[in-house]
């Protein structure tokens, strides 16, 4: 089937999008589903913002290490689910909702994993922090990412739609041509003209240069 201006950019986003979805994915589940050598672990914290608490107690500094880790873990899902997608002519909001699911989802399938990985525990404000940045993510980078991509096939489009008109045009000239005689022939003339026209005319020849007038010798009379 043929595709539409713009069809061959669009699957190669989309393919790229799956390949950088799975190799971040990957990415999360060496970091986070790793056992881990520990002497001793901290018991699992099931109340929102305990965890956050005690971070913001520890100082400016290492609080601002833990949070943002929890933020930047599935924030690149925020861009890379929509791109998977391929999809721009989509609502805001929905599209928003959506991946904002999905980055919740995949966030609390990790948490119930780690109950069975040595030295992990689970934590909700994990699966608050990176579905916070999921969010964050789509709404920086996804709204203009898209109004441009449609901007591109949008022009594409009307390019695709001249360059159809003008073949368009120039097939059903010669069509009228060949079936009509008279319109042929003055097409042959018209062309004929424009070639007589182009053609340069006979250069005037200059006269050539005349030599030295000859003088009759005077012949003297007898006496």
């Given amino acids: 089937m043929p595709q539409g201006p713009g069809g061959g950019a669009a699957i190669r986003l989309r393919t790229a999008g799956l390949a950088l979805l799975l190799a971040h994915l990957l990415l999360v589940a060496w970091l ?50 929509p791109m998977a997608g391929g999809r721009l002519a989509v609502s805001f909001w929905a599209s928003l909702a959506r991946t904002v699911t999905a980055g919740a989802l995949i966030s609390l399938g990790i948490e119930l994993l780690q109950t069975g990985v040595p030295g992990r525990v689970v934590d909700v404000d994990s699966l608050l922090l990176n579905t916070a940045g999921v969010a964050l993510a789509h709404l920086a980078v996804v709204p203009a990412g898209r109004a441009r991509l449609r901007r591109g096939r949008r022009a594409r489009t009307a390019r695709s739609r001249t360059a159809r008109s003008r073949t368009a045009r120039d097939r059903a000239a010669r069509d009228r041509i060949a079936r009509d005689p008279a319109a042929r022939d003055r097409a042959v003339r018209c062309a004929s003209e424009v070639g007589h026209e182009d053609q340069p005319g006979p250069v005037p020849q200059e006269d050539p240069p005349q030599g030295a007038t000859p003088t009759i010798p005077r012949v003297g009379v007898a006496p």
């Fill in 32 to 81: 986070t589903l790793r056992p881990l050598d520990v002497l001793w672990v901290n018991a699992a914290n099931l109340t929102p913002f305990a965890g956050i608490r005690a971070d913001l107690a520890l100082g400016p500094v290492e609080a601002a290490r833990r949070i943002g880790s929890g933020l930047v873990l599935l924030a690149p899902l925020g861009v890379l689910l």
